[in-house]
């Protein structure tokens, strides 16, 4: 039981390594909609907002076009997005 | 009894000499204020006031003095009267050399407009139309702001939400908490920050709703949405241009800018790099559209050169034609006096009015000053300006000493 123990840990631990490389990677944005919900680097260079899981660990290409800005809650307009009223 | 008649008829008589003599010596004619200068009438943009005042001072002090006459109309209003040679009889204004404002009276008739100003491109009023011996210069870029009392918890306004609030001044469909057409305050109808915002907002402007308060000027909506500050400091929204804004963004009658943000864009921006400082960045970097360049209008000869050659002195001193540096230097304190970012320190231009996505394109000034300018206008440069007092003091990307700062050209 000990020996398969340490054959489940060492299984995870080689699947998690390969993963964790795979986020290291996509930590620069550079597509116009970056895939991240927190940007928790001070440079994105997407002009959208992330609509993505993982966090960016790491420093984009150029400044954040949000880092700075505040940002109104749309949700507050009568039919935003596709339908506000015309007068 | 006939004494008594007599008596009344005297009173009345002297009574009647004594209001026209008051009358006539209400404010002294605009032409012989007794200041030194060549009188030059501007008429059109109340906006712009603060910056005229600023500037009025160097052209006072220029070697051939010019007496900037002002009229504060409106832009559309001067663009008018320019365009179909009106003359204007409105109330003109002077500043002697301390900068005190003296009221002055048009001749009789009204005053022939030698210049008129607008915050906004001449199409953007209604029925105005240049005539073929006409021309637009431009001048410093007036910014401008949405402002709400300083006690409203806003601080950002989208263009999808001031498009509903000034589309149906908070009836029928409402964007909280601006909804009481009271309190939605707007300028006149021949106002350029008016016809602008339309074009900001992509909003007809025959469609536009809200209440004018007072005469519908600069001033009255600052005081209108100051004052709403102890009743309804959140339901009050206005526009301002930065020279009243930001002359006001404390002390005794304060507003509050808020940032804003374009259509569709995930955030808004402060003109400034933030509601407490004054550098315009964000005008100048292209990241706040709400601004345009200073017009200026006048009657042309076929070379384009105004045929007036006293405007043509006025219009080289907004436009930095033929001035020496020390002038030129002089102009922009002025232009960053009165609130107004000059051309020089811009990134970015224009050659149409705004629309609800900008169409700002990059820019390089003949002979950049921004660090000069945000020294002026912040009290200090930039970490990463150099000072200088001359070319060798500068190198690498920014070889050049301009104003005492090191620019890349």
């Given at each position: 039981m000990k020996t398969n123990l340490k054959l489940v840990a060492l299984f995870a631990?080689?699947?998690?390594?390969?993963?964790?490389?795979?986020?290291?990677?996509?930590?620069?944005?550079?597509?116009?909609?970056?895939?991240?919900?927190?940007?928790?680097?001070?440079?994105?260079?997407?002009?959208?907002?992330?609509?993505?899981?993982q966090p960016d660990s790491g420093a984009d290409s150029s400044p954040n076009a949000c880092a700075t800005g505040l940002t109104f809650d749309n949700t507050r307009v009568p039919g935003f997005p596709n339908s506000i009223p015309q007068p | 009894m006939r004494r008594f008649s007599k008596c009344v008829g005297l009173v009345a008589f002297g009574a009647m000499a004594l209001a026209a003599t008051e009358a006539s010596a209400a404010n002294p004619p605009c032409t012989s204020t007794g200041l030194v200068g060549t009188p030059v009438f501007i008429a059109g943009s109340s906006a712009a006031k603060p910056m005229l005042k600023q500037v009025s001072a160097a052209l006072a002090a220029a070697a051939n003095p010019v007496r900037l006459v002002y009229q504060s109309l409106g832009s559309c209003a001067g663009l008018s009267d320019m365009t179909t040679n009106t003359k204007e009889p409105a109330t003109g204004i002077v500043w002697?050399?301390?900068?005190?404002?003296?009221?002055?009276?048009?001749?009789?008739?009204?005053?022939?407009v030698d210049l008129a100003i607008s915050d906004v491109f001449p199409t953007s009023c209604t029925n105005i139309t240049l005539g073929a011996s006409q021309k637009d210069f431009q001048g410093s870029v007036q910014v401008f702001d949405f402002v709400v009392p300083p006690s409203s918890k806003e601080t950002v306004i989208s263009q999808e939400a001031a498009f509903v609030v000034y589309g149906f001044g908070g009836v029928t469909n409402v964007v909280n908490p601006w909804a009481d057409t009271a309190f939605i305050f707007r300028r006149a109808a021949t106002s350029g920050t008016y016809s602008m915002t339309a074009k900001l907002l992509g909003l007809d402007i025959a469609k536009f709703k809200g209440t004018i308060p007072g005469a519908g000027k600069s001033g009255d909506v600052l005081t209108a949405v100051h004052a709403?500050?102890?009743?309804?400091?959140?339901?009050?929204?206005?526009?301002?241009?930065?020279?009243?804004?930001?002359?006001?963004?404390?002390?005794?009658?304060?507003?509050?800018?808020?940032?804003?943000?374009?259509?569709?864009?995930?955030?808004?921006?402060?003109?400034?790099?933030?509601?407490?400082?004054?550098?315009k960045l964000n005008v100048r970097g292209g990241s706040y559209p709400f601004w345009g360049p200073l017009?200026?209008?006048?009657?042309?000869?076929?070379?384009?050169?105004?045929?007036?050659?006293?405007?043509?002195?006025?219009?080289?001193?907004?436009?930095?034609?033929?001035?020496?540096?020390?002038?030129?230097?002089?102009?922009?304190?002025?232009?960053?006096?009165?609130?107004?970012?000059?051309?020089?320190?811009?990134?970015?231009?224009?050659t149409a009015e705004v629309g609800p996505t900008d169409s700002a394109a990059a820019f390089s000034p003949a002979e950049p000053c921004g660090c000069y300018f945000e020294s002026k206008a912040t009290g200090a440069a930039p970490k990463a300006c150099t000072a200088c007092t001359g070319d060798t003091g500068c190198s690498g990307s920014t070889p050049k000493c301009r104003y005492g700062f090191c620019e890349a050209k």
């Open positions: 631990v080689a699947l998690a390594v390969p993963a964790a490389a795979l986020v290291a990677c996509s930590s620069d944005d550079t597509a116009v909609k970056p895939n991240n919900t927190v940007d928790s680097g001070t440079n994105d260079t997407g002009t959208q907002p992330d609509t993505g899981s | 002697d050399g301390t900068g005190t404002e003296i009221s002055c009276d048009a001749p009789n008739g009204g005053a022939t709403a500050d102890t009743t309804s400091p959140d339901k009050a929204l206005g526009v301002l241009s930065a020279d009243y804004a930001d002359t006001n963004r404390g002390g005794g009658s304060a507003i509050k800018v808020l940032a804003y943000q374009p259509k569709g864009a995930a955030c808004g921006f402060y003109a400034d790099s933030s509601s407490t400082t004054f550098d017009h200026f209008v006048t009657n042309v000869d076929g070379q384009g050169v105004p045929v007036n050659a006293t405007v043509a002195l006025v219009l080289s001193y907004f436009t930095r034609t033929g001035l020496d540096v020390a002038t030129k230097q002089k102009m922009i304190d002025a232009e960053v006096a009165g609130y107004t970012v000059p051309q020089c320190a811009m990134k970015v231009s224009r």
